[in-house]
C-alpha cells in the first residue's frame, strides 16, 4: 500500500514553469505579494453561472485509502456479501488484485480521489475532467440528455449535470462494476449510482460531496464529504500507468 501511495505522489503536477517557457501570467486574483489570492470570490460566467475551471487537487489522500475514512462503521450499509468481501481485502491481502494496481481505471468516484491533480474544462453545454491518473477523462453532459437504460458497461460511467443554485449535481451511471471504491476493497456493481455535487467556495476551494447509491452491495445511499483546493500555478503532466509498471509484483495477492 505505501509503495503505491509514494508512486502516485512522485507522479503529482510540477510546477508549470518546469515544462514551459514564456507563459503568460494568469489572470487570476493576486495578493499584494503577487501570489494567488485563494480566498477571492469565486468566479463565475457571464450568465453568472459559477466557473469550476482550474486545475484541482484532493485535500487529503486519506479518501483514496478508505472513502469512508470519516464515517463510522456502521454508517457504511453493506448487503452481507459485499460486507464478507471488504472484510476479505481490507487487510490488503488482496492489494493485487485492485484493478488500479494493474493499469486498470480507478473508476467514480475513487478517481476524484486519487492524490493527483485533475483539470476541469467549462462549457455551456458540457464540462470535460481531464485526470493527470492514468490520464482518464470524463464527459459531464449538461444539455438535458439522460443515461440509456441499455448503455454499454463503462468503468468511469456515463455522467449528466445540472445546476442547483451554486451547485452542479453529477448523476453518474452505467458502470461495469469492476472497479472498488477505495484501496481498501469496498466493492462496487454495475447498479452503481454515483450522484457528486461540486461547489466552488470561493475562488481556491471547492467542496465535493459524493452519494454512492449501490443498491446490489448496500442496502441504502450513503454519503461522503471530500475537499479539494485550486493548483493556480499548475498544468497536468502525462501519466502512463503501464510504463514499466513494477508496482504490482510486489503487491500481495492472486
Known amino acids: 500500500m505505501q509503495l503505491r501511495m509514494a508512486v502516485f505522489l512522485m507522479m503529482m503536477s510540477m510546477p508549470l514553469w518546469a515544462q514551459w517557457t514564456k507563459v503568460p501570467p494568469a489572470p487570476i486574483p ?5 501570489k ?6 469565486a468566479p463565475r460566467l457571464p450568465d453568472r453561472t459559477p466557473d469550476l475551471s482550474g486545475v484541482w487537487e484532493p485535500n487529503a489522500n486519506k479518501y483514496l ?20 468481501v471488504f472484510e476479505q481485502r481490507i487487510d490488503g491481502s488482496h492489494s493485487k488484485e485492485d484493478p488500479d ?10 478517481i476524484d480521489a486519487a492524490p493527483a491533480p485533475w483539470k476541469i474544462v467549462q462549457t455551456p453545454r458540457f464540462i470535460v475532467i481531464a ?24 468503468w468511469m460511467g456515463y455522467s449528466v449535470g445540472k445546476w442547483e443554485g451554486d451547485t452542479l449535481v453529477v448523476d453518474t451511471k452505467g ?10 476493497g469496498r466493492p462496487s456493481t454495475d447498479a452503481l449510482h ?5 461547489r466552488r467556495r470561493d475562488f481556491g476551494h471547492m467542496d465535493l460531496q459524493i452519494t454512492i447509491d449501490d443498491s446490489k452491495a448496500y442496502t441504502r445511499p450513503w454519503t461522503v464529504t471530500q475537499d479539494v483546493h485550486l493548483l493556480p ?3 497536468l503532466l502525462e501519466f502512463i500507468c503501464n510504463e514499466n509498471n513494477k508496482d504490482v509484483e510486489h503487491l500481495p495477492g492472486k
Open 30 to 34: 493576486r495578493t499584494p505579494d503577487g
Open 65 to 84: 485509502r478508505d472513502i469512508a475514512v470519516d464515517l463510522k462503521p456502521d454508517q457504511v450499509p453493506y448487503q452481507p456479501w459485499a460486507k464478507a
Open 131 to 154: 485526470y493527470e491518473a492514468f490520464n482518464l477523462w470524463r464527459q459531464i453532459f449538461l444539455d438535458g440528455r439522460e443515461v440509456a437504460p441499455d448503455t454499454n458497461p463503462s
Open 175 to 184: 458502470f461495469n462494476g469492476k472497479a472498488w471504491l477505495d484501496q481498501l
Open 194 to 198: 454515483v450522484i457528486e455535487r461540486f
Open 101 to 110: 494496481a494493474n493499469c486498470l481505471p480507478q473508476g467514480v468516484p475513487k
Open 36 to 41: 494567488a489570492n485563494l480566498s477571492a470570490p
Open 233 to 235: 500555478d499548475t498544468e
